[in-house]
């Protein structure tokens, strides 16, 4: 099975900071990697789906890159509303098994 | 209006069965597989397995073969998740999800319509 880390699992940092969160494959999944935000008590919610591709109405603060193996999640400006934790999961393999443990983005 | 609607918060003792629904409106309910997730307090997401509405075929997280039982009745829109044998460790907040798969290139797919969750309490 695929497994999915990410670093760090969480980080504090203030309005207008720049962030970078990574995610990491324990073997190749080419592209298939989507990342979500998730906020206290609701439901997940996709920013990033193909490693680079942004979901439709997501901010275009929100980025993200990478291949095979390591991938990265970034923030170039954060807001107030971007603290939250950030999944990676992976979609190359089935069942999948997806989900990064997160990363918790807090306020300094 | 696209969306999963699911069922009520639920309380159970040990040992008992709990089965989750999750309806679907607003789009075809055969043409994408819909997934659950769970979530312990304070945990990550945990994946517990897949159900094609179309066809009823199921694919389960081993942590949770011979407990989770993924069903689906096609005519009212709606997949079910009954996990059985239920623990402590079961109490979370369970998730329906929609894959979706992206319409260019090689077959993306992801998690593009969820829930709002549902609280499955274990406590004797």
């Known amino acids: 099975d695929i497994q999915m880390t990410q670093s760090p699992s969480s980080l504090s940092a203030s309005v207008g900071d720049r962030v970078t969160i990574t995610c990491r494959a324990s073997q190749s999944i080419s592209s298939y990697l989507n990342w979500y935000q998730q906020k206290p008590g609701k439901a997940p919610k996709l920013l990033i789906y193909a490693a680079s591709s942004l979901q439709s109405g997501v901010p275009s603060r929100f980025s993200g890159s990478g291949s095979g193996t390591d991938f990265t999640l970034t923030i170039s400006s954060l807001q107030p509303e971007d603290f939250a934790t950030y999944y990676c999961q992976q979609s190359y393999s089935t069942p999948p098994d997806p989900f990064g443990p997160g990363t918790k983005v807090d306020i300094k | 209006q696209v969306q999963l609607v699911q069922s009520g918060a639920e309380v159970k003792k040990p040992g008992a069965s709990v089965k989750v629904s999750c309806k679907a409106s607003?789009?075809?309910?055969?043409?994408?597989?819909m997934h659950w997730v769970r979530q312990a307090p304070g945990q990550g997401l945990e994946w517990m397995g897949r159900i094609n509405p179309n066809s009823g075929g199921t694919n389960y997280a081993q942590k949770f073969q011979g407990r989770v039982t993924m069903t689906r009745d096609t005519s009212i829109s709606t997949a079910y998740m009954e996990l059985s044998r239920l623990r402590s460790d079961d109490t979370a907040v369970y998730y329906c999800a929609r894959e979706f798969i992206a319409a260019a290139g090689p077959s993306y797919w992801y998690f593009d319509l969820w829930g709002r969750g549902t609280l499955v309490t274990v406590s004797s």
């Open positions: 607003g789009y075809t309910f055969t043409g994408y597989y």
